[in-house]
């Protein structure tokens, strides 16, 4: 049982790796390639594979309640929740996924997870690197306050497209504008629970080098 729930998340990490260095290639391939015309069509070309990471992202939220992955699920919580919302977001609002903003917050969510699930895998398999843990806890928190202010200006940007008349999009705009003060508070509430969280393994690992 304990070899296959590590055979589990270690795969999980694993796809979830593969997936935002593909997206991310594939991003940076087409700008150089074809210049600021390639941010026009960003979700296009990488937009299946950007929602089946982040869909499959949810399976996270059950990973630490069932004690495979060790983190704080509060955080988590937030951060898996307000990527799917604003990624539905975009895919029901044809108009916007070709703006540049998309682009920028799609890269964004590539270099944070990138950061992230090689450590975990390196976890996975007790192989810990400093250089690592330091660049997961310490260079995530600024780079995900940035993601959260580009997932704002994202919204901003999809009001003047939701037609309030409209039954199907009835008190959307108002959703949306009530949502962006939920959205800094949730982050809010995100960075200081990962402050205590790098805290934590900082003080974790140091004990662990000084007895080493």
């Known amino acids: 049982m304990v070899s296959f729930r590590l055979a589990y998340i270690f795969s999980y990490n694993l796809f979830q790796f593969c ?8 991003t940076m ?33 059950f990973h630490i309640a069932d004690g495979i992955e ?18 539905t977001m975009v895919i029901m609002l044809e108009e916007i996924q070709s703006k540049p903003v998309v682009c920028a917050q799609f890269f964004l969510w590539n270099i944070l997870d990138l950061l992230r699930y090689p450590h975990e895998l390196l976890c996975v398999m007790d192989t810990p690197s400093t250089a690592m843990l330091w660049t997961r806890y310490t260079l995530w928190i600024p780079l995900y ?38 959205l800094g508070l949730g982050a809010s509430v995100t960075v200081w629970q990962l402050l205590k969280e790098r805290q934590h393994h900082l003080e974790k690992w140091t004990k662990k080098m000084k007895k080493n």
């Open 145 to 182: 306050i940035l993601s959260v202010a580009t997932e704002g200006v994202t919204i901003y940007q999809a009001l003047p497209y939701v037609e309030p008349t409209a039954p199907a999009h009835l008190g959307l705009p108002v959703i949306l504008v009530l949502y962006l003060p939920v």
């Open 19 to 26: 997936g935002h260095t593909w997206i991310l290639a594939n």
């Open 70 to 87: 060790k983190a704080r699920l509060l955080p988590r919580f937030v951060q898996v929740m307000e990527k799917n919302l604003l990624l």
């Open 29 to 61: 391939a087409r700008f150089l390639t074809f210049g600021q015309d390639a941010l026009a069509d960003t979700f296009y070309s990488v937009g299946f594979v950007m929602s089946l990471c982040q869909l499959l992202s949810i399976l996270e939220l």
